[in-house]
Nanobody, 126 residues
Framework: QVKLVESGGGLVQAGGSLRLSCAASGGTFFSTYPMSWFRQVPGKEREFVAGIGWKTTSTYYADSVKGRFTVSRDNAKTTGYLQMNSLKPEDTAVYFC??????????????????WGQGTQVTVSS
């Protein structure tokens, strides 16, 4: 099973940018796993933010982040990224990276996630 560790969260003013990283380990063919990012605020369900296919040719974004966030991956470094620009206070949440099943589409629901990272806090001040 893939082990995931996020980094890059923090406090930023509205309009600013952050880049989250998700480092995978375990030697388990990272390039064959699709990757997604989710976020969660207290009292709400974890929601899908962005996904990237294992072939890296397909990406998908939640409407709330489309045009502001970019998901990418570097299979040689077994690391995924979420570049977040034009951040808004409503983007404040704990962000989680996740992988789905090998050779399948990126998970868009928590029930379809195979492995989760531990999460990283993103706080956007107004």
């Amino acid at each position: 099973q893939v082990k995931l560790v996020e980094s890059g969260g923090g406090l930023v003013q509205a309009g600013g940018s952050l880049r989250l990283s998700c480092a995978a380990s375990g030697g388990t063919f990272f390039s064959t796993y699709p990757m997604s990012w989710f976020r969660q605020v207290p009292g709400k369900e974890r929601e899908f933010v962005a996904g990237i296919g294992w072939k890296t040719t397909s990406t998908y974004y939640a409407d709330s982040v489309k045009g502001r966030f970019t998901v990418s991956r570097d299979n040689a470094k077994t690391t995924g990224y979420l570049q977040m620009n034009s951040l808004k206070p409503e983007d404040t949440a704990v962000y989680f990276c996740a992988t789905g099943s090998r050779f399948r589409d990126y998970p868009t629901r928590p029930a379809n996630v195979g492995s989760w990272g531990q999460g990283t806090q993103v706080t956007v001040s107004s």
